[in-house]
T-cell receptor, first 110, second 116 residues
Framework: GQQLNQSPQSMFIQEGEDVSMNCTSS?????WLWYKQDPGEGPVLLIA???AGELTSNGRLTAQFGITRKDSFLNISASIPSDVGIYFC??????????WGAGTKLIIKP | NAGVTQTPKFQVLKTGQSMTLQCAQD?????MSWYRQDPGMGLRLIHY???????DQGEVPNGYNVSRSTTEDFPLRLLSAAPSQTSVYFC???????????????FGPGTRLTVT
């Protein structure tokens, strides 16, 4: 099956630091989506990307759809305590199915 | 709008028992799906539906059945529970089965299932 690699698996950061995570695929995707999951909740959509090269922001979050259509990154600027959670990337394949990354767990050091 | 609702929130089953996980949405979304989430494996698609009366298999359909008699409801049935089905199950919906926005999915809060 298709593989989607998300890294890093987890991040320990200080409040106020910038965060960067990315996803790479062996296949071309038509859409990249970034979700956040809080403990005990379902994932919530943060950013959707529809065109290669597209750069989109949502507050302190910025995501880009890679030119090759095989990768995407998410940046969070000036992290705050409520940013903790698990971030998932998902790519839409040619059959309109979403392929999910395994997630990046963001932990803020006290 | 309540969005996507799921019941129950927690469930413990014995091996061999059957049960139905309920999912409903009040957003008039055409597309609905069921995922399971296991540690370190992301979300895996079990079954999906592009509209009332239409269902199809996802990546991991074995041991599960679905039906879609109305736009609002999409129940997931476990026919004979096995310990390998211990997982967190999420239902999701989106408004448009084709075109832009197709996969902007809204998720329910999940059902945490343990099979002993």
């Amino acid at each position: 099956g298709q593989q989607l690699n998300q890294s890093p698996q987890s991040m320990f950061i200080q409040e106020g630091e910038d965060v960067s995570m990315n996803c790479t695929s062996s296949s071309i995707f038509n859409t990249w989506l970034w979700y956040k999951q809080d403990p005990g909740e379902g994932p919530v959509l943060l950013i959707a990307l529809y065109k290669a090269g597209e750069l989109t922001s949502n507050g302190r979050l910025t995501a880009q759809f890679g030119i090759t259509r095989k990768d995407s990154f998410l940046n969070i600027s000036a992290s705050i305590p409520s940013d903790v959670g698990i971030y998932f990337c998902a790519g839409e394949d040619s059959n309109y199915q979403l392929i999910w990354g395994a997630g990046t767990k963001l932990i803020i050091k006290p | 709008n309540a969005g996507v609702t799921q019941t129950p929130k927690f469930q413990v089953l014995k091996t061999g028992q059957s049960m139905t996980l309920q999912c409903a949405q009040d957003m008039n979304h055409e597309y609905m799906s069921w995922y399971r989430q296991d540690p370190g494996m992301g979300l895996r698609l079990i079954h999906y539906s592009v509209g009332a009366g239409i269902t199809d298999q996802g990546e991991v359909p074995n041991g599960y059945n679905v039906s879609r008699s109305t736009t609002e409801d999409f129940p997931l049935r476990l026919l004979s529970a096995a310990p390998s089905q211990t997982s967190v199950y999420f239902c999701a919906s989106s408004k448009n089965p084709t075109g832009t926005g197709y996969n902007e999915q809204y998720f329910g809060p999940g059902t945490r299932l343990t099979v002993t």
